[in-house]
């Protein structure tokens, strides 16, 4: 049966702006960038973790009619289209000081949880991260 | 496309903003300016405007934001009822009360005798456990 989850996929609103916040400033790097033609095909993985990539596309036509396309980017503005990623570090202050430098949109303070200390942050689109440092 | 889709996705991404830092800062003193400071907007074209984003007024989404979090502490904790009030944004206890009764459908000290909750990644939890404004909460 099955063996892994290889690949995800979340809407961004622009690709460039998606490849300058994700391997910017988040520090991904990149997968896969190659222009298909009739799509750019953009994947970025965790620097030592190549076996789990996300997919960011960008919503429109042909995949989706103009007016679809429309719905799908103003649901990814107000945070409504889901495709969170969760996403985890060996230190959860440091991490969000480093990207608070960097002038990541974070949402929440790093905050002790249950599992771990975890904390939140929007990528410029809408789409929803969180960072944990989870207990072993 | 259009530009008129385009000033809706900006629109969108700002409340979305605001509505981030109610999430955040909710046991601060928020009011409608500072709210629409950080949306970029003025006062009256903030609340109409989370409205139709949103589905409810932003006030709204801040009492069921702090309501949220004072049904976990009471179910979570040991603090005194006074205390989570406080601790969640709420200045008297009885617009607490009144609020969380309107809310939740029954009182802090009711929901509190429900025990603790079955544990989930908290940003879910706050998502998923956070009453309705939308009618189902009532059934």
């Known amino acids: 049966m099955l063996n892994s989850i290889s690949i995800t996929q979340i809407y961004v609103l ?8 994700y391997v910017g400033k988040l520090g991904f790097e990149i997968g896969t960038d190659q222009d298909l033609g009739f799509m750019r095909w953009l994947t970025v993985r965790v620097p030592g973790a190549p076996d789990r990539e996300v997919l960011l596309e960008r919503p429109g036509p042909p995949s989706l009619d103009p007016a679809t ?6 649901l990814v503005a107000k945070g409504a289209t889901g495709g969170h990623l969760f996403l985890t570090t060996d230190d959860a202050h440091q991490t969000y000081a480093t990207l608070k430098e960097r002038g990541v949109e974070l949402t929440e303070e790093p ?13 410029p689109f809408g789409n929803h991260v969180r960072i944990a440092q989870t207990h072993r | 496309m259009t530009g008129v889709s385009k000033a809706v996705e900006d629109t969108n991404r700002r409340m979305l903003r605001a509505r981030d830092a109610m999430d955040r800062a909710y046991a601060e003193p928020l009011d409608v300016p500072s709210l629409a400071r950080v949306a970029h907007v003025s006062e009256a074209h903030f609340i109409r405007t989370f409205r139709a984003t949103f589905g409810e007024t932003p006030h709204r989404y801040l009492q069921r934001r702090r309501v949220e979090r004072a049904m976990l502490m009471l179910r979570e904790t040991d603090r005194s009822v006074t205390e989570i009030c406080l601790a969640v944004g709420f200045t008297s206890l009885g617009t607490f009360s009144r609020t969380f009764r309107d809310v939740v459908g029954e009182s802090p000290t009711q929901h509190r005798a429900r025990g603790p909750l079955a544990i989930a990644p908290t940003c879910f939890t706050k ?5 309705s404004s939308f009618g189902e909460a009532s059934t």
């Open chain 2, 127 to 131: 998502a998923w456990v956070r009453p």
């Open chain 1, 14 to 21: 622009d690709q460039d702006e998606a490849l300058d916040f």
């Open chain 1, 111 to 123: 905050t002790e949880r249950p599992y771990g200390i975890d904390f939140g942050l929007r990528d």
């Open chain 1, 69 to 74: 396309a429309e719905q799908v980017r103003e």
